[in-house]
């Protein structure tokens, strides 16, 4: 309870004085984002590619707090659907992400780069999150890095100069700041206090590294630029989230924590009470596509709004379930009868609910595979 009390006078108090935006998202998946999530963010980072997520916030832009699109841009990586397009840039292959690293020395390269930046402004995007700034230094001897960085402040520069209205976020970018930092808007460095492994297990780094960090990073704030700290923790340690929230805010830069994969929308300054309730039928047993004659919407729609919560009606037979997470605005689940055959489908899709922390009920029949009673213990 204290780390709430705690976290709501942060977030509170820092919501007053800030200077720069409070709350952000990181976020690179094609799932559309709900007005509530709108809300809660002043910046939104999303994959520039996800067209389809950007045509949907851009069709609730009648709201009167209007949130920063920023488009992702990496500017030492390419994927290899990529490679080819810059096959005469190619430095390296990062092979934890196969991805290829380039060569922003390249004057091919250099404006091969400007022409996506184009086209990501070209989308309405408010700016640019600049990714991968430090991948050069896994394949370069150390005595090109200065070369090398010398082409980053030369491509930032230029992106000011061409786009000076626009927000420019960049990830990890110690070696150039000084050089740029009258150029952009925001500092990004991921895993300050945790991360997740390959086998989805917690990391805590050393208090060696994390202090190296801070006093990297306080010197970054004292020069006048946001710092955004990206922390992987799993959903369902709500706990450890919200302690990391709070470490991180007291240190006065803006927290975001998510999945390793930033494909859910995870946990900023701008906390949504979770208040939805996801509502599953199936149709097999109503013997209808109409989703007014299920149990779900005769029986259980109104008493769960009756009561204040957001009910969500899902066809397992026919549509795909929602991430089943808190930070997507999720308090609970009801399940009405589901066939055999498709609560075989729903049963990794409940334990994965259940360890998230949502509250689960059965109305009319109770799943009994194995797998979901050992969850339960």
Do not use: H
Not at 139 to 165: Q, S
Not at 191 to 196: G, M, P, R, S
Not at 260 to 277: F, H, T
């Amino acid at each position: 309870m204290i780390f709430i009390i705690e976290l709501l006078f942060f977030l509170i108090s820092n919501a007053v004085c800030a200077e720069y935006p409070n709350s952000v998202l990181f976020y690179y998946s094609n799932r559309p984002i709900t007005n509530e999530q709108l809300n809660r963010f002043d910046w939104i980072v999303l994959d520039s590619n996800a067209n389809c997520v950007l045509k949907e916030i851009r069709e609730q832009f009648w709201m009167k707090r209007k949130p920063k699109l920023i488009g992702y841009l990496s500017i030492g990586e390419v994927e290899k659907s990529e490679k080819s397009f810059f096959k005469n840039c190619i430095l390296g292959k990062n092979k934890e992400w196969n991805s290829y690293i380039i060569d922003l020395r390249k004057d091919t390269c250099f404006n091969k780069l400007l022409k996506k930046a184009s086209i990501i402004r070209n989308k309405a995007f408010d700016g640019f999150f600049l990714d991968t700034i430090d991948s050069y230094q896994a394949v370069l001897p150390r005595d090109e890095w200065k070369g090398y960085e010398r082409a980053e402040v030369k491509f930032i520069k230029t992106l000011r100069k061409k786009y000076p209205d626009s927000l420019i976020l960049v990830n990890r970018a110690f070696n150039i700041f000084d050089n740029v930092k009258s150029y952009i808007d925001g500092f990004v460095v991921e895993e300050l206090f945790y991360n997740i492994d390959s086998e989805g297990n917690i990391e805590e780094n050393s208090k060696d590294e994390v202090n190296y960090l801070i006093n990297k990073l306080s010197y970054i704030k004292r020069n006048g630029i946001p710092v955004i700290v990206i922390d992987y923790i799993p959903s369902y340690r709500i706990d450890l989230i919200w302690k990391d929230l709070i470490n991180i805010r007291k240190l006065g830069f803006i927290p975001y924590i998510s999945n390793r994969n930033l494909c859910v929308i995870g946990y900023s300054c701008g906390i949504e009470i979770p208040r939805k309730v996801i509502l599953i039928y199936d149709s097999t047993f109503t013997f209808s596509k109409i989703r007014q004659v299920s149990a779900a919407n005769r029986l259980l729609q109104l008493p769960v709004e009756y009561l204040g919560f957001k009910p969500e009606i899902y066809d397992i037979n026919r549509e795909k379930l929602p991430p089943p997470y808190k930070s997507e605005g999720y308090l609970g689940v009801i399940v009405t009868q589901v066939s055999k055959k498709n609560l075989l489908k729903l049963d990794s899709w409940l334990i994965k609910a259940k360890k998230n922390g949502l509250k689960i009920f059965f109305f009319n029949n109770l799943p009994l595979k194995k797998n979901y009673l050992k969850s339960l213990d």
